[in-house]
């Protein structure tokens, strides 16, 4: 099966997520996403064709954390999935600030694409402060649940890599027990969860938290099968 998506700057519904628009997009973010998206964007087809080890990042925000890794890792290639327009336009935009070209990007919901991902293809997966839906009826679309994990370690190759952060502490919570529990993985940071992986770069999304006196919270597993 191919995946293809339209780029469309009209507010979408999708199963993960209730609107793709966050503040009006500007003129730039415009052109970006009508002239540089299609450039990068996901096809289950390319992404059968890179070499290079592949890291997984759900949930881009701005982009900082995956330009970043991208820009120090050029031997490495990065999918970034983000539903936010607004998200994808400065990951665009600070990619031809950093000249970086290894990656692409799927706009639209992880659901979309992740099962259509070749089994043990991932070297990494990166869930880094995704939305908490911090009310009880709100907590199903959670992006992180028993469900994702187990597809997710599929993704995964033997020795690859879940990473999570979140400053929400009944989310970390949960998130910690989900990955306690599976005998696939082994968690590698169980003394300090403030500390985050190796080569983080903190996002204005984490300063924000600080900010409003949220304490960040951090694992990192290894998956073994």
């Known amino acids: 099966m191919n995946i293809q998506y339209k780029p469309t700057l009209e ?3 999708c199963r ?15 052109n970006l996403l009508s002239n540089d998206l299609k450039k990068h964007l996901f096809t289950n087809e390319l ?8 890291i997984l990042e759900i949930g881009v925000g701005m982009g900082e954390h995956f330009v970043y890794q991208a820009a120090k890792n050029p031997n ?4 970034g999935v983000e ?4 998200g994808i336009a400065n990951v665009l935009k600070l990619a031809i600030q950093h ?10 919901d992880l659901d979309l694409i992740i099962n259509h991902l070749p089994n043990h293809i991932l070297n990494g997966i990166y869930i880094l402060f995704p939305d908490p839906w911090p009310k009880n009826k709100q907590r199903k679309k959670r992006i992180f649940n028993i469900q994702r994990l187990a597809i997710m370690q599929n993704k995964l190759k033997n020795g690859g890599f879940l990473a999570f952060a979140s400053d929400i502490s009944d989310y970390f919570s949960s998130s910690l027990e989900l990955i306690k529990n599976n005998n696939n993985f082994s968690l590698e940071n169980e ?3 403030s500390k985050p992986h190796s080569n983080y770069l903190m996002t204005k999304y984490h300063t924000k938290a600080i900010n409003e006196g949220r304490e960040a919270n951090f694992w990192q597993a290894t ?3």
């Open 83 to 86: 539903v936010y327009l607004n």
């Open 11 to 13: 507010v979408g519904f």
């Open 16 to 30: 993960s997520f209730e609107r793709r628009i966050g503040k009006s997009l500007s003129t730039l973010q415009k």
């Open 76 to 79: 490495m290639f990065f999918i």
């Open 191 to 193: 003394e300090d969860f």
């Open 99 to 108: 000249n970086i070209t290894n990656f692409l990007l799927w706009p639209d």
């Open 47 to 54: 992404i059968k064709t890179i070499e290079m080890p592949i």
């Open 223 to 225: 998956y073994k099968h």
